[in-house]
């Protein structure tokens, strides 16, 4: 197999290509190998490679077929997996200077799903500190390029597996997405990028950044292979008490392209700062889904403008405490010049935090602190209520909302890097959608004149995953991702 | 808003961390950015919205509970593999109290 054919793959494609013997899932692991050495000096898209393990799995697949067994609905298939979910015996540094050493002693509850399904996992992909940010450029481990244009930023916080998959060497990867880090490096890459229901996938063995907002989530390159993957992962699990008791259904049955009748929603709200080109694309977009039979109306949710302050408390409030256990005693690292107990916590946080995780962590404990917590916090949880309630409202006329992903394209590397609070407002299409919990993917709908992609948002009702794939795949074979 | 350095060391304090000069002026002033822009939350009413800490949907009340059976645990070996510093089943941290 060379590279080029590796880089067009699909799920299917695979299955099929495994099945009549035209490759195996150690060849195929093998070049997917390769494939992303290759590219790695170029994207710096994975921070780890797992030669072993994926030669392992890939084995068992192999075996499994040649013995006449099912091998599982991922059989094969090269998978990227976001630094800042668990592989056992795998190093995982979460993008972190701190954990630059951690070896984790157990899988992510995600990740041996995958591999129970015959999926190979490949490496491991770079992101930016502890899931916090919008460039991938917060990263210890350098920024990650954009395959589509390497001087421009892949998005964040799961640029390295938005990109792994744009660039051919993935077919399928894992993200996570706390407030659009999955829907705005798809966007910005040209790939589908999922974020489900919260509490769809388990949380369990992905590190804490804001609880109640944190995903896990897949890309593809095509809507049926980020569904089927979201099939696999998705599910009650015992060790996330917040993973969704509700049953997985076949998020592949339905994708049939029919979508006559089905109503969308344009929130008003969404379309007022958009940069001219990324808001023409979207357009056309819109227009392609009318063309399909959709039934487009204009709809409004009020509390958008709030989004972003209201996310901002929250996410930080959360983070400051789940990274207290960071704290110089269990995970790896530890400053050599401590001599007391208290300068151990304090100079190895110091010494190995990033700017952007120390902001945040102060945000967070400053809007906790004596004084403030209602003020801030609880007045941030009950902003909440309103921007979840706009949308339950809105999906009492809608089936689906159709919206930007980000206000522009992807930026050149460094742009932002310098001014927090415009980099924080480039999240102000997403986050509402993790405040409210509610599915929501972007799929790319075209190109800027420069050739950057565009993606386009669509959100649905609480675990309405199979409406929102549908209208997607619709959309796919309509031709909209070519714009 | 404005935070003083004073306020910055304080709550850094809080968050056991330690920041440098440089990083604590900065920080004075990324965050007073930061929180001018949250202050516009205060334009809305929310005195009779209940405070949502986390997305909910319809089940049982002990729809969250597993069976309580036994699973083995990872041993204090491998769950000390990863500390900077171990002894035989600990971690083992800088001295905190005085013989």
Redesign the interface.
């Known amino acids: 197999m060379s590279l080029a054919d590796l880089a067009a793959l699909t799920v299917p494609e695979i299955r099929t290509g495994l099945k009549a013997g035209r490759f195996s899932a150690v060849e195929l692991a093998q070049t997917a190998l390769l494939h992303g050495e290759t590219e790695n000096p170029k994207t710096n898209a994975f921070l780890q490679f797992s030669p072993e393990r994926a030669i392992a799995a890939a084995r068992r697949v192999d075996e499994k077929i040649a013995g006449g067994v099912d091998p599982g609905p991922l059989a094969g298939v090269p998978i990227a997996v976001k630094d800042v979910i668990l592989t056992k015996g795998v190093r995982t540094t979460c993008g972190s200077k701190l954990l630059a050493n951690y070896v984790p002693p157990y899988d992510a509850t995600a990740v041996e799903r995958l591999e129970t399904a015959g999926g190979v996992i490949i490496g491991k992909t770079n992101c930016d500190e502890f899931a916090m940010g919008s460039s991938n450029e917060n990263s210890a481990f350098g920024p990650v390029h954009n395959p589509r244009a390497l001087d421009r930023v892949p998005g964040g916080s799961s640029g390295g597996s938005a990109a792994a998959v744009a660039q051919g060497t993935a077919v399928v990867s894992l993200g996570s997405d706390t407030g659009g880090s999955i829907r705005q490096p798809a966007s910005f890459c040209g790939v589908v990028g999922v974020t489900p229901t919260y509490g769809r996938v388990s949380r369990y063995g992905l590190t804490a950044f804001a609880s109640s907002l944190d995903h896990i989530g897949p890309f593809g390159r095509t809507v049926r292979d980020a569904a089927t993957l979201l099939g696999v992962i998705a599910g009650r699990d015992p060790l996330d008490s917040t993973s969704a008791v509700a049953p997985v259904p076949d998020y592949t049955a339905h994708l049939d392209g029919n979508v006559r009748g089905m109503k969308i929603g344009l929130p008003r709200e969404y379309f007022a700062e958009l940069s001219s080109e990324s808001g023409d694309l979207i357009a056309r977009g819109v227009e392609k889904l009318k063309r399909l039979g959709c039934d487009v109306s204009d709809i409004s949710l009020p509390t958008t403008k709030y989004a972003i302050s209201c996310y901002y408390i929250i996410c930080t409030a959360e983070a400051s405490s789940n990274l207290a256990r960071f704290d110089g005693a269990r995970y790896t690292m530890r400053s050599t010049s401590a001599e007391t107990l208290s300068d151990m916590y304090r100079r190895t946080r110091g010494e190995g935090f990033g700017a952007e995780c120390k902001r945040r962590i102060m945000l967070g404990t400053y809007v906790l602190s004596a004084g403030y917590y209602d003020a801030y916090y609880l007045k941030a949880q009950r902003v909440r209520t309103l921007i979840a309630r706009d949308y339950a409202n809105a999906f009492g006329e809608v089936d689906a909302i159709v919206a930007p992903v980000s206000p522009f394209p992807a930026f050149r590397l460094g742009e932002k890097i310098d001014d927090p609070m415009a980099m924080y407002l480039s999240d102000i299409y997403t986050i509402t959608g993790d405040l409210a919990g509610i599915p929501c993917m972007s799929v790319p709908c075209g190109n800027t004149a420069e050739g950057l992609p565009v993606g386009m948002q669509i959100l649905a009702n609480h675990f309405n995953e199979t409406g929102m794939f549908r209208l997607a795949d619709a959309f796919e074979r309509a031709g909209g991702f070519q714009g | 808003m404005k935070l003083t350095e004073e306020q910055?060391r304080y709550?850094?304090d809080?968050?056991?961390?330690?920041?440098?000069e440089d990083?604590t002026r900065r920080?004075a002033n990324?965050?007073g950015?930061?929180?001018t822009?949250?202050?516009?939350?205060?334009?809305?009413d929310?005195a009779n919205?209940?405070?949502?800490?986390?997305?909910l949907?319809d089940?049982?009340e002990t729809?969250?509970l597993?069976?309580d059976v036994e699973r083995p645990g990872?041993g204090s070996e491998?769950?000390l593999?990863?500390?900077?510093?171990a002894g035989p089943g600990y971690?083992k941290?800088?001295?905190?109290i005085e013989r």
Do not use: G, K, S
Request: glycine share 0%; no cysteine.
């Open positions: 910055v709550v850094a809080l968050a056991n961390l330690r920041l440098t990083e920080m990324d965050l950015a930061i929180l822009h949250i202050e516009t939350l205060n334009e809305l929310t919205v209940d405070p949502m800490a986390q997305v949907y089940a049982e729809a969250t597993r069976e990872l491998v769950a593999a990863n500390a900077p510093l971690f941290v800088p001295r905190v």
